[in-house]
C-alpha cells in the first residue's frame, strides 16, 4: 500500500495565495458558500457576496504585508499586465486609512489605449475595463494583492487572452456533460473540467555573459554565434546531475512558487547544455495558464537573485535545440472521472472511444488552428528542425489504440495484449508491469495513457490560445456526436456508426512512426495534411469562414475580435523580425565592424614590423588572415547593406499577409546571409578582439 506523510505544503512555507482555506476560515459561511457555488455552476456572483469577500480578501493582504492592489491580467502582448493602486484612502478627519472596496475588487478601469488591440478600437477610445474571475485564486506578489482578472474594451470586445479561454472551458464542460448525461452519467456529475500540466523548457546562463550581448538583452535570443566545439551531440546533459548554482536556483524557485500555490514537481536537465525543465502538477486549464505566467516570472526573477539569467526564448542558440512547452491536456468531470482515461479493457470502453473519436475528428479538421495555436517568431526556428515536432500536425496513439480503433473499422474483434512483466534480469529488483505501449517523442499530439501531449507549443508562448483551441475543437466535435445520439433510435447502433464512421474519415491524422523523419513530410503531404512551415503561412487560416463560424458557433470570438487576433499576431511576428534585423545591424556596425578593423590593422602593424627587422620574412599565416578578415569584411558590409535595405524599403501600401511574407522571405533570410558571415568572421577572429562573450562561455560557465 503507498503511504505518503501529509503536510499542508503551501502552509508551510507561507502560502501567499487567497484559497479555499483561507476563505474558508475567513469568510462568513453563507458567503463562502455562495462564493463557491457561483464559481462551480460559473453562475454571475451577487454583488453583495463580492463585497463581503473584499473585505475579507484586504484584511488577510494587509496581515501579509501588502500595501498595493491590482488587477492582473494577460492582454495581448503574451505576457501580464498589472496597474497598481495602493491600500490607502483618505477619510474626513485628515486620517488615512487601508481600504479596498467591492467595487475595486469586482472592477478595475486600466487605460486600455497602449496595449495591442488589433483594430478593435481606436486610441482615442482609451476605456478599458478589468473584472476580476474568481475562478482564479488572488495571491500576493511583491506587497501587492494581484487579482486574476479579464480585460475588454468599453464597447465588451475582448482585449485579452483568458476570457476566449473561459468560453472555451464553458464550451467544454457544456457538451461533455451531454455526452456524460447520454452514458447515464453514473458518478452523478455536474460539470466537465479542462485539465492541463505544462511542462517548461529553459535557460539558465551567467548573468554577467548575459548583460555583454545586446542581442540577448533586446531580443532574447543570440543573433550571432558561431557553434561551439561541444554542443549537445555526446547527450550527457539530458538528465545529467543538476550544477550545485543550478540546483541552488530550483530550490529557491520551487518555494517561491509553492508559496503562490503553483505546485512545482519534476526539475530536470534537458537536451541542450544549460537547458532545464520544470514541470508542475496539473490542474484546472485556467489556474495553470495563470500559473504558468506566474512561473515564467518567477523564474527570471529568481535567476536574477542568483546572479543568472533566465532564457525563455524558443531559440537562444542556433546549433542546439531550443525550447518548448509541452500542453499535457484532459478533460475530468467535478466527480473525478478522467474521460480520456482508457480503463482496462479500452475496446469495452465505448464513452472513452467516443471522446477519442471526438479528439481524432478535431484534431484532422482544424489542423490549422493547431498549427496557428503555436505561431510566433520564436517558435518558427524549432518545428521542423528534428528538435520539435514538425509544422505538421499530427496525432500519435500507440500500438494499442491503434490496434483497437483499426479493429473497429474494419468489424474486427479486438484481442487484449496483457500487460507483461519488465524482464530486467536484475533479480533485486521489483518487477513491474510495462506499459502496453511506448513512449513517441516526436509526435506533435500524442497519447500519453489518460491526457493527451501537445507538443509544438514555444517556451515562451502563453497556454491560454492553444487551449482555447483544444477546448472548442472538442466541444464542437461532442456538441455534432451529442445531437446525433440524442436523437437516436437505437442508441449502440448509432453509436457504433459514429465511432467506426470518424474513424474511416479521420484517420489519416494518426500517425505512429518517427516525425523528425524526411519520409514522413511526403507521407503527409500524399495524405493531403497540412504543413503550415512558417507563421505567416499560417496565420491566416485563422480568419477561413471555416473558423470565424466555429468560434462564433460556441462563442468564443467574434469575427472582429477574431480578425483583431489576427493582426495583432501578424503585427507581433513582423515586429519581432524587424527588431531582430535592426539589433543585428547595430551589432553588426558599431562592435563588429570595429573589432574586425582593428584585429586586421594589427596584423598588419605586426607584419610590417616584423619585415623591418627580417624583411625576407613571409609572414604566410598574418597575411592570409589579413586576406581572409578582408575578404569576410567585405561581405559583412554588403550584408548588412542588403539588410538595411530591406528593412527601410518596404512598401507601406502593403496588406498585412503579404507583409508577413515579406518579413519571412525578404528580411529575415538578409539576416541569414549576415549571421553566415559573422559567424564565420568569429571562429578566425582572436578571442581578446571579439566583443561578444562565445557560446562555449554561454552554454559552460555555470
Ligand atoms: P513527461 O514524461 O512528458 O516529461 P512529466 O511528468 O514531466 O512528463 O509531465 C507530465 C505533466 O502532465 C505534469 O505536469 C502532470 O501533472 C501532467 N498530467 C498528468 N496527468 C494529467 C492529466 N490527466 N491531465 C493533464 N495533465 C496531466
Ligand atoms: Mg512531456
New binding site residues.
Given amino acids: 500500500m503507498d503511504t505518503a506523510i501529509r503536510v499542508n505544503v503551501p502552509e508551510m512555507f507561507g502560502s501567499l495565495v487567497f484559497n479555499d482555506i483561507v476563505m474558508e476560515k475567513r469568510l462568513p459561511k453563507e458567503t463562502y458558500e455562495s462564493l463557491k457555488k457561483s464559481v462551480e455552476e460559473g453562475s454571475t456572483l451577487d454583488k453583495e457576496i463580492a463585497y463581503v469577500v473584499a473585505s475579507a480578501m484586504k484584511d488577510w493582504a494587509i496581515e501579509k504585508g501588502a500595501t498595493h492592489f491590482t488587477h492582473w491580467f494577460q492582454p495581448m502582448t503574451g505576457i501580464t499586465a498589472e496597474k497598481h493602486d495602493s491600500f490607502i484612502t483618505p477619510v474626513s478627519n485628515g486620517q488615512v486609512i487601508m481600504d479596498f472596496s467591492g467595487k475595486e475588487l469586482i472592477k478595475g478601469e486600466p487605460d486600455a489605449s497602449s496595449f495591442p488591440s488589433g483594430g478593435l478600437r481606436a486610441t482615442f477610445e482609451a476605456r478599458g475595463y478589468t473584472a476580476w474571475d474568481p475562478t482564479s485564486h488572488a495571491f500576493i506578489k511583491e506587497n501587492t494583492l494581484c487579482i486574476p482578472s479579464v480585460f475588454c474594451s468599453y464597447s465588451g470586445q475582448i482585449l485579452d487572452k483568458k476570457t476566449p479561454l473561459l468560453r472555451s472551458i464553458n464550451a467544454v464542460n457544456k457538451h461533455a456533460m451531454r455526452i456524460v448525461n447520454l452514458f447515464g452519467n453514473k458518478s452523478g456529475a455536474k460539470r466537465v473540467v479542462s ?5 517548461q523548457e529553459y535557460f539558465l546562463i551567467d548573468r554577467d555573459l548575459y548583460k555583454q550581448r545586446e542581442d540577448l538583452i533586446v531580443c532574447g535570443r543570440t543573433l550571432f554565434g558561431s557553434k561551439p566545439p561541444k554542443g549537445q551531440e555526446m547527450e550527457d546533459h539530458y538528465f545529467g546531475s543538476i550544477k550545485p548554482r543550478v540546483k541552488a536556483f530550483m530550490k529557491d524557485l520551487d518555494l517561491e512558487l509553492w508559496r503562490l500555490g503553483i505546485l512545482a ?2 526539475e530536470h536537465n534537458e537536451v541542450a547544455p544549460s537547458q532545464h ?1 520544470l ?4 490542474s484546472d486549464t485556467n489556474t495553470a495558464t495563470d500559473h504558468n505566467q506566474l512561473t515564467m516570472e518567477t523564474m527570471k526573477k529568481v535567476a536574477q537573485n542568483h546572479g543568472l539569467a533566465c532564457l525563455l526564448h524558443e531559440k537562444p542558440f542556433s546549433g542546439v535545440n531550443g525550447s518548448g512547452k ?1 500542453n ?3 478533460i ?1 468531470t467535478d466527480t473525478g472521472i ?1 474521460l ?1 482515461e482508457p480503463g482496462e479493457s479500452p475496446r469495452e470502453n465505448s464513452q472513452f472511444l467516443l471522446f477519442l473519436s471526438a479528439v481524432i475528428s478535431a484534431v484532422d479538421k482544424h489542423q490549422d488552428l493547431l498549427r496557428v495555436a503555436v505561431n510566433g517568431a520564436g517558435n518558427d526556428h524549432r518545428l521542423g528542425a528534428n528538435e520539435a515536432p514538425p509544422a505538421i500536425v499530427s496525432m500519435f496513439l500507440g500500438d494499442e489504440l491503434d490496434d483497437i480503433i483499426t479493429s473497429i473499422e474494419n468489424d474486427d474483434v479486438y484481442v487484449q495484449k496483457d500487460k507483461q512483466t519488465m524482464k530486467h534480469g536484475v533479480k533485486v529488483i521489483p518487477r513491474f508491469a510495462r506499459d502496453t505501449t511506448d513512449r513517441n517523442r516526436t509526435s506533435p499530439f500524442a497519447f ?1 495513457g ?2 493527451f ?1 501537445f507538443r509544438m507549443l514555444g517556451s515562451t508562448v502563453s497556454i491560454a490560445c492553444p487551449n482555447t483551441i483544444l477546448n472548442t475543437i472538442l466541444a464542437d466535435e461532442l456538441a455534432s456526436f451529442a445531437d446525433v445520439l440524442e436523437n437516436a433510435e437505437n442508441f449502440d447502433d448509432q453509436l457504433h456508426k459514429l465511432i467506426k464512421n470518424t474513424i474511416k474519415e479521420h484517420k489519416k491524422i494518426i500517425f505512429n512512426g518517427n516525425n523528425y523523419s524526411e519520409e514522413w513530410i511526403s507521407e503527409a503531404k500524399e495524405r493531403g495534411l497540412l504543413n503550415l512551415r512558417t507563421t505567416p503561412e499560417a496565420l491566416p487560416f485563422y480568419i477561413s469562414q471555416k473558423n470565424i463560424d466555429l468560434f462564433a458557433r460556441h462563442g468564443i470570438y467574434t469575427a472582429e475580435e477574431l480578425n483583431s487576433r489576427y493582426e495583432i499576431l501578424m503585427d507581433d511576428y513582423c515586429k519581432t523580425i524587424q527588431i531582430e534585423a535592426l539589433t543585428m545591424l547595430d551589432m553588426a556596425k558599431r562592435d563588429i565592424t570595429p573589432a574586425v578593423c582593428k584585429y586586421a590593422n594589427d596584423l598588419s602593424c605586426t607584419v610590417a614590423n616584423k619585415k623591418s627587422v627580417v624583411p625576407d620574412l613571409e609572414c604566410c599565416l598574418e597575411i592570409n588572415l589579413i586576406k581572409k578578415i578582408s575578404c569576410l569584411t567585405d561581405k559583412l558590409y554588403k550584408s548588412c547593406t542588403n539588410l538595411e535595405n530591406a528593412v527601410t524599403n518596404i512598401d507601406k501600401d502593403i496588406d498585412l499577409k503579404d507583409l508577413g511574407l515579406y518579413y519571412k522571405d525578404v528580411v529575415l533570410s538578409s539576416c541569414q546571409e549576415l549571421r553566415t558571415t559573422v559567424d564565420e568572421l568569429e571562429t578566425i577572429m582572436a578571442k581578446e578582439y571579439w566583443p561578444y562573450p562565445s557560446y562555449t562561455k554561454l552554454l559552460y560557465s555555470i
Avoid at 279 to 282: E, K, N, S, T
Fill in positions: 485539465i492541463t500540466g505544462p511542462e514537481k519534476t525543465e514541470a508542475p502538477i496539473y509541452h499535457n491536456w484532459s475530468t478522467n480520456f500519453t489518460n491526457k501531449e
